[in-house]
């Protein structure tokens, strides 16, 4: 025991020489080759002395970033996450120069711009050498990696022999996709796992109408999505939108889906919940969005997860290097796209280099880490979510280059973790799973010139811009709000105004999913209600080629669809006769029934036209990759599962809904690790 422990010090000892070392050595090249980085005084040094002064900086320098790194990030933790990545190299260059300038023998010095550089460069230089020198040295590999984790669990108790499990969450990507990536080798890691051996058997799996992240991963994370209708939604009584990605709202959904669930969540159980909208009910949670809002332990608080990552500073300049290598590529991209004019293409300019930039690097970077640390912590279950194709398919496309190559880094990412199951303390599993996919096709406004909330303005007698009016979509809608009113076309543009003053519609997109709202009606109006405020408005959207179909609700009928020429479909008649939900595919009726029954359900829902040939939809936001609503391979989720877990579904059995998704995680949990019994609501709420 006390010689092995003596062989890790020298061990380590070596390797920090060495690093120390390699250094130096770095140090020495860049002041041959960098004009404005001296290591010698103006009359010149020997050669010996320009050695022991870079040898005084490299060590210097190490210090400091060893030292007083941790306490600058832990106090960038005040500052947006976007513009920490921008930080770390004004900071790391600062650090050497106060390396230099307290180097005993006085004769370093660099320009500032200069010293952001060398840093730079020498941190990733130490990291590579640090890395390299632990290849062969599982105890080191291990220990570097364990500094991710929570320090304090060391002391803790032994990790039991019982599996752990981690569900990795890849946003976005759908079945199809999972599998062609795997299939063309983008994807080997996930190949190997379904090769002539399988490890692992691929599940897919429909998601509800609301086909997005904060429906499915309330439903998977909290077994309730009661009352998601879409992305963001308004609800007239508390006379609110809702957006599942505001922190204040996404606490409230984690309330009410813990309060209709009856429990707290699937990772109540030593769980961990890094980078999801949610937190499932784990003590550990680190980037959640519903806890960012709220003050809690620093242990706990949103943004201890970078801290976590960025108090190693070669963590941080890796991290801020492939930042700004990620902006661009992105601007390369952007530009090649409209070079060569490609079709669908959306706006990529602004600040969206930097927000892509943030979800392909930092938050997969930091995500990562933290489950390493999780892993290497013996932690029972642990949630992640990997954000980066869904940002990059949205502006890109799910089929595009870019997109891929968002799926090669993801399945490095995929190798690395499953690496470091090897050094954890326990046995791990590990589940991949989707929480969509995404469609293709040229959004709504692109193809007729106008948006949704034009269209429903002109089916509603409002005025509209002037763009709008021009479109063939807009001419339509205003002819027939005059003809429903039996006035005559007017000469010269002129639009019905409604006689009396009321508040205008509220027109919400999810990507190919709108909602129509009537703010100043305090209940769901009925469709006898909207065609006597604005007889040509639903005549108007259900005839429109870029609409698939209408849901509303009936005096007469409850629920009703609504298709082009005149189609209308009561709810408890869809299975006999879907009409216009027939080219949507399986399931449609189902999921729409059971929006339908959700309180804040918009007085009007409008699924998108869909082209069941090629897949496309069309969004009314700004998106060539879309999910939200029906239609193509956005409702097609995966499921990627060790085979030594039971079947998700049996034989000829599917797997429908995020709630249905949650109860098979939970089942293998108790599987893998016995009863795992969630908290009760009142329990949970004493536990917080």
Not at 46 to 63: N, P
Not at 115 to 137: N, P, Q
Not at 155 to 184: C, E, M, N, R
Request: net charge positive.
């Amino acid at each position: 025991m006390g010689g092995g422990r003596w062989r890790r010090i020298a061990s380590q000892i070596g390797r920090s020489i060495t690093v120390w070392a390699v250094s130096t050595v770095t140090m020495l090249v860049l002041a041959g080759i960098l004009p404005d980085f001296q290591l010698q005084s103006a009359d010149g040094d020997s050669a010996t002395r320009i050695a022991v002064t870079a040898a005084f900086g490299a060590g210097a320098f190490g210090l400091l970033s060893a030292l007083v790194w941790p306490l600058l990030v832990r106090l960038l933790l005040l500052v947006p996450a976007l513009v920490l990545g921008l930080l770390v190299f004004v900071l790391n260059g600062s650090l050497l120069l106060i390396a230099l300038r307290i180097n005993p023998s006085g004769r370093g010095e660099a320009a500032p711009e200069t010293a952001v550089v060398v840093a730079a460069v020498m941190s990733a230089v130490a990291s590579a050498t640090g890395a390299a020198l632990a290849v062969r040295d599982d105890d080191a590999y291990r220990r570097r990696l364990y500094r991710l984790a929570d320090r304090r669990r060391r002391s803790g108790p032994p990790s039991p022999a019982t599996p752990g499990t981690v569900f990795l969450q890849l946003d976005g990507v759908g079945h199809d996709i999972l599998l062609a990536a795997a299939v063309k080798g983008v994807m080997p890691t996930v190949a190997g796992w379904l090769g002539d051996r399988p490890s692992h058997r691929l599940t897919p799996w429909r998601t509800d109408w609301s086909s997005q992240t904060g429906a499915s991963q309330l439903g998977i994370l909290h077994g309730s999505n009661h009352d998601i209708p879409a992305f963001r939604w308004y609800e007239k009584d508390s006379r609110e939108v809702m957006v599942c990605n505001r922190p204040t709202s996404a606490a409230e959904l984690q309330r009410r889906a813990r309060d209709h669930a009856g429990h707290g969540g699937l990772l109540t159980a030593d769980g961990a919940s890094r980078g999801n909208l949610f937190s499932g009910g784990a003590g550990e949670q680190a980037l959640v969005l519903s806890i960012a809002t709220k003050r809690r332990n620093r242990e706990n608080r949103s943004r201890a997860g970078y801290f976590a990552y960025f108090s190693d500073p070669a963590n941080a300049v890796r991290t801020a290097m492939s930042f700004v290598a990620e902006v661009c590529r992105e601007i390369g991209q952007s530009l090649r796209a409209r070079l060569r004019k490609t079709r669908p293409r959306v706006a990529r300019g602004g600040l969206y280099p930097f927000v892509r930039a943030f979800a392909t690097v930092v938050e997969r970077d930091v995500v990562v880490a933290a489950v390493m640390g999780d892993m290497l912590a013996g932690r029972t279950a642990v949630y992640a979510d990997l954000v980066a194709y869904d940002e990059v398919a949205h502006h890109s496309g799910p089929h595009s280059r870019d997109a891929e190559k968002v799926l090669e880094r993801l399945d490095r990412a995929l190798a690395l973790i499953a690496n470091v199951a090897e050094h954890a303390p326990r046995p791990y599993r590990i589940v991949v799973l989707s929480d969509h996919g995404q469609s293709p096709g040229e959004t709504f406004r692109a193809r007729y010139g106008l948006t949704l909330g034009d269209l429903v303005r002109a089916g509603s007698g409002l005025p509209v811009p002037r763009r709008a009016q021009r479109t063939h979509s807009g001419a339509e809608a205003r002819a027939a709000v005059r003809a429903a009113l039996r006035r005559p076309v007017e000469e010269g543009g002129e639009q019905h105004r409604p006689s009396r003053r009321r508040s205008e519609p509220l027109v919400l997109a999810s990507g190919n999913l709108g909602l129509v709202s009537f703010p100043d009606v305090p209940h769901r109006m009925s469709k006898e209600e909207i065609d006597a405020r604005h007889p040509a408005l639903l005549t108007t959207l259900a005839n429109h080629p870029g609409i698939g179909f209408l849901l509303v609700r009936s005096e007469q009928h409850g629920g009703l669809v609504l298709g082009a020429h005149g189609a209308e479909i009561p709810l408890d008649e869809l299975d006999e006769n879907p009409g216009p939900l027939a080219e949507f595919g399986p399931g449609a009726a189902d999921v729409v029934r059971r929006t339908h029954s959700f309180p804040h359900t918009a007085d009007i829902m409008v699924n998108s036209f869909h082209d069941p040939a090629d897949g496309e939809v069309l969004a009314f936001e700004e998106q060539i990759g879309s999910h939200g609503g029906l239609g193509g391979a956005q409702t097609k989720a995966f499921l990627l599962s060790p085979v030594a877990l039971s079947a998700p579904v049996e034989d000829g059995g599917e797997l429908a809904g995020a709630e249905h998704v949650h109860r098979v995680l939970h089942r293998w949990l108790s599987e893998s690790n016995g009863p795992q019994v969630p908290l009760t609501s009142e329990q949970d709420r004493r536990a917080a």
